[in-house]
């Protein structure tokens, strides 16, 4: 497995405090199968100064400690991308990163407010080549009044990140709501931890696949944590990786909505989410 985003680096965000708390994490992942981590800080001008020469100085010394302590874990840069303005310009100045220098780029907004101009920012990196990812999009609060524009920028061709831990209930109900309903939608493409710790937000992503597993089977969950990742990290182009499956039938609906509950009712999975979140 591959995970495109985490905050693994010590001591750059509000992520992995030190070495120590890097190198547990970095044995989690190697527990897990996890082959590779993109580690991405927040750029967040006011809050979090980085830089991409910072991560990538920062990236280099955890790999080669990381090598020195026999954790066989590779390591690549990225950057929890904030809105700002150019941002397209920041890409390209190398103060903003993209995932390990490829077309594929991580862009966090606000999470209660949704920016007014916020499809015309991906609209912009898509013109650019890039291929925009929208990180956690079923954490953020405003998703809640504002779906239609995550249906619009996944039909324009942005990718959507969901996070491990909001299938398995960890940011509560809502979140493992809309993580539940995208996937079963076909509008999730990564699936990632956004780890920050080995205890309150670990390295989860084995017990996320086999969550999502649950919804829309192996095949799905198997490219949403290897074959997409790890086309990014080739720099693929969007249309040579599998399209996000979803649950492509009624029939199919029922069938994992049954494995997932472990009933044998029947139920669609949204029509008992629902009843769960009245």
């Known amino acids: 497995m591959f995970d495109l985003h985490s905050h693994l680096l010590p001591g750059l965000d509000d992520g992995s405090p030190n070495m120590g708390v890097s190198f547990e994490m970095a044995r989690a992942y190697v527990d897990q199968g996890v082959l590779c981590v993109v580690c991405t800080p927040h750029i967040l001008p006011g809050l979090y100064h980085n830089t991409g020469p910072d991560i990538r100085e920062a990236a280099a010394s955890l790999q080669r400690s990381l090598d020195e302590a026999g954790i066989p874990l590779h390591i690549a840069t990225g950057a929890d991308n904030h809105i700002v303005p150019d941002f397209v310009e920041g890409l390209r100045r190398g103060h903003l990163l993209s995932l390990d220098d490829t077309a594929y780029v991580l862009v966090e907004p606000p999470h209660h407010i949704a920016p007014a101009r916020l499809e015309d920012l991906f609209f912009s990196l898509l013109v650019a080549g890039y291929v925009p990812i929208l ?82 089977g192996e095949t799905e969950a198997y490219n949403l944590v290897f074959a997409r990742p790890l086309g990014v990290l080739k720099n693929l182009r969007s249309g040579e990786l599998p399209e996000p499956e979803g649950i492509t039938s009624e029939d199919d609906h029922d069938a994992r909505a049954v494995q997932t509950s472990g009933s044998g009712h029947g139920r669609g999975l949204r029509e008992r989410m629902r009843r769960f979140l009245a």
């Open 135 to 216: 990180t956690h999009p079923e954490r953020l609060t405003w998703i809640e009044g504002k779906y239609d524009v995550i249906e619009r920028l996944v039909a324009r061709g942005v990718w959507m990140q969901l996070t491990a831990g909001s299938l398995l209930g960890r940011f509560g109900r809502r979140p493992r709501y809309w993580a539940q309903r995208m996937l079963e939608e076909g509008r999730a493409h990564i699936l990632a931890t956004d780890a920050h710790d080995n205890t309150s937000r670990p390295p989860d992503l084995l017990r996320g696949r086999e969550a999502a597993a649950k919804i829309v």
